[in-house]
């Protein structure tokens, strides 16, 4: 079934930038797109952007605009996403998840296992 | 807070049958799909429902979807233990451009 293996926990210094990988595996990469989501602790789930796997293509959330930046590497089967500026509230889980097609209104049908990234002095 | 309005907690008896509902506006739920995800203790969500009815493959047929209007609702039938956890609704926000969720439902079966 389909994978996604997400890169290690992170702790980060404020001001810092951090970049989590995502490799997929058993299914056609470029023909679906990756999000980006991450969850505070003990807080609801908060949507960060999107890639089209196939094209390139983002769109960011408007909260993270400017701030985060996610690209992908088709030979490695690998997306990534860097948040720049850490301030101690990006402390949280962050998740690279599945569409079920490449567009950013494709439902999300797969999860990676989450990276814990902490924001601490 | 959250665009899409849940209630925090819900609980029921086993076997009993509970509703969550997600409501939204005209730019969310009244123009886009929506989908539900469930999140155990310490795990990544899994997708239960999608396209507002729609049951993935190898989801149980105790969980099902409905929408109207700007609002939906998932609904659990012959309720477990194992059936505690998160529950969040998603769907495409057109005036925000983004993905939003809903703040998340915790079931928690008596």
């Known amino acids: 079934q389909v994978q996604l293996v997400q890169s290690g926990a992170e702790v980060k210094k404020p001001g810092a930038s951090v970049r989590v990988s995502c490799k997929a595996s058993r299914y056609t990469f470029s023909s679906h797109a990756i999000h980006w989501v991450r969850q505070a602790p003990g807080q609801s789930l908060e949507w960060m952007g999107w890639?089209?796997?196939?094209?390139?293509?983002?769109k960011y959330s408007r909260r993270f605009q400017g701030r985060v930046m996610i690209t992908r590497d088709t030979s490695a089967r690998t997306a990534y996403m860097e948040v720049s500026s850490l301030r101690f509230e990006d402390t949280a889980v962050y998740f690279c998840?599945?569409?079920?097609?490449?567009?950013?209104?494709?439902?999300?049908?797969?999860w990676g296992q989450g990276t814990l990234v902490t924001v601490s002095s | 807070q959250s665009v899409l309005t849940q209630p925090p907690s819900v609980s029921e008896a086993p076997r009993q049958r509970v509703t969550i509902s997600c409501s939204g506006s005209?730019?969310?739920?009244?123009?886009?799909?929506v989908n539900w995800y469930q999140q155990l203790p310490g795990k990544a969500p899994k997708l239960l429902i999608y396209s507002d009815d729609v049951l993935p493959s190898g989801v149980s047929d105790r969980f099902s979807g409905s929408k109207s209007g700007t609002s939906a609702s998932l609904a659990i039938s012959g309720l477990q233990s194992e059936d505690e956890a998160d529950y969040y609704c998603?769907?495409?926000?057109?005036?925000?451009?983004?993905?939003?969720f809903g703040g998340g439902t915790k079931l928690t079966v008596l």
């Open positions: 005209s730019s969310n739920i009244g123009n886009n799909a």
């Open positions: 890639i089209n796997a196939g094209n390139g293509n983002t």
């Open positions: 998840a599945k569409g079920m097609g490449s567009g950013s209104y494709s439902p999300i049908d797969n």
């Open positions: 998603a769907t495409w926000d057109d005036s925000l451009n983004a993905l939003v």
